[in-house]
């Protein structure tokens, strides 16, 4: 079973910056790919960010420009990078890495981590 630990988030006011963590409990390498995903109260859980076992990265129209994602191999952790941040970011932010067990797909998600973006 993959562990997977977010980090970084809290409060900050428009425009600022937070980083966001997730530290795997083996080899992200092992990994199909990781990502963030996000839900907001009220609303579904939505893909903000992704980065392959390769290495390709992929965004939502409405972080682009604004968020990066990006891992340390030697630390098994991957981040998130936001700035300009807008209150329309806050929600509970996921990490999830999706892997192949035997013939099954897995996905394995975090516990969450809260960014709150004040006006």
């Known amino acids: 079973q993959v562990q997977l630990v977010e980090s970084g988030g809290g409060l900050v006011q428009a425009g600022g910056s937070l980083r966001l963590s997730c530290a795997a409990s083996r080899s992200i390498f092992t990994f199909n790919a990781m990502s963030w995903y996000r839900q907001a109260p009220g609303n579904q859980r939505e893909l903000v960010a992704k980065i392959t076992r390769g290495g390709a990265t992929n965004y939502a129209d409405s972080v682009k420009g604004r968020f990066t994602i990006s891992r340390d191999n030697t630390k098994d952790t991957v981040y998130l990078q936001m700035n300009s941040l807008k209150p329309e970011d806050t929600a509970v932010y996921y990490c999830?890495?999706?892997?192949?067990?035997?013939?099954?797909?897995?996905?394995?998600w975090g516990q969450g981590t809260q960014v709150t973006v004040s006006s």
């Open positions: 999830n890495a999706d892997y192949f067990s035997g013939w099954n797909k897995v996905d394995s």
